[in-house]
């Protein structure tokens, strides 16, 4: 069984500063970790994803994410917020069980960034 | 490369009609997700295709809900009769095969409201 939890439902922060965006997992197997981002009326996009290789994982736009497994956290953060962030984002959690991908997306934190 | 394609992208019907919505993903890809996404949730899958067999529909209405991929190409997923807590965002989504680690490709999705 896996499961994700988003710590927070919503998040604010003043353009410049930098975002800090939390997630825990849950997982039987060793879990592949992604993070996806959804404008509004756009579909989902990728930012980035962990797949045990470096825990420290680089994706668009600036953002980061470090893998901590004592923690069971994939946290999401971005040293300076730009308006453009503003956005859901999304945790998601994919066991690797050798079978087919079955994933569990969190229930997301929407992004505000004030100007 | 083209992305998911998804029609229509806005559907209101009444209560007790049926309703179908269509997915064609990116060329190439062997596996299609359909995820349904309620208003302030993250989305939940209600069925993954590995080219045109069903490998998960746990999470499927079946008495309501069906879905095909008949040539293992593009979709349909259909809703017959609609209830009011149908309303949400229908999402495809595919990949180039279904191991944990594969990004997920999303359409812009079908906003369906129910009356």
């Known amino acids: 069984a896996q499961s994700v939890t988003q710590l927070d439902s919503h998040v604010s922060v003043s353009e410049g500063t930098p975002v800090l965006l939390r997630c825990n997992y849950s997982?039987?197997?060793?879990?592949?970790l992604f993070w996806y981002v959804q404008h509004p009326n756009k579909g989902l996009q990728l930012l980035l994803k962990?797949?045990?290789?470096?825990?420290l994982v680089k994706g668009i736009n600036g953002f980061e994410a470090e893998f901590k497994k004592s923690e069971t956290s994939f946290h999401l953060t971005k040293p300076s917020a730009h308006m453009s962030d503003a956005a859901e984002y999304f945790c998601?959690?994919?066991?690797?069980?050798?079978?087919?991908?079955?994933?569990?997306f969190g229930t997301g934190t929407k992004l505000q960034v004030i100007p | 490369e083209a992305g998911v394609a998804q029609s229509p992208r806005y559907k209101i019907i009444e209560k007790r009609q049926s309703v179908a919505f269509w997915c064609n993903p990116i060329?190439?890809?062997?596996?299609l997700y359909w995820y349904q996404q309620i208003l302030g949730q993250g989305p939940k899958l209600l069925i993954q295709?590995?080219?045109?067999?069903?490998?998960?529909d746990s999470q499927l209405p079946k008495d309501r809900f069906s879905a095909e991929r008949l040539k293992g190409v593009d979709s349909t997923l259909k809703i017959q009769p609609a209830k009011l807590e149908d309303s949400a965002v229908y999402l495809c989504?595919?990949?180039?095969?279904?191991?944990?680690?594969?990004?997920?490709?999303f359409g812009p999705g079908t906003r369906l409201t129910v009356l």
């Open positions: 989504a595919s990949s180039l095969d279904p191991r944990a680690y594969n990004e997920q490709f």
């Open positions: 997982s039987s197997y060793s879990p592949s």
């Open positions: 962990y797949t045990s290789a470096a825990t």
């Open positions: 998601v959690v994919s066991p690797d069980s050798g079978g087919y991908q079955k994933v569990t």
């Open positions: 060329s190439g890809h062997a596996t």
């Open positions: 295709f590995q080219n045109n067999g069903v490998v998960d």
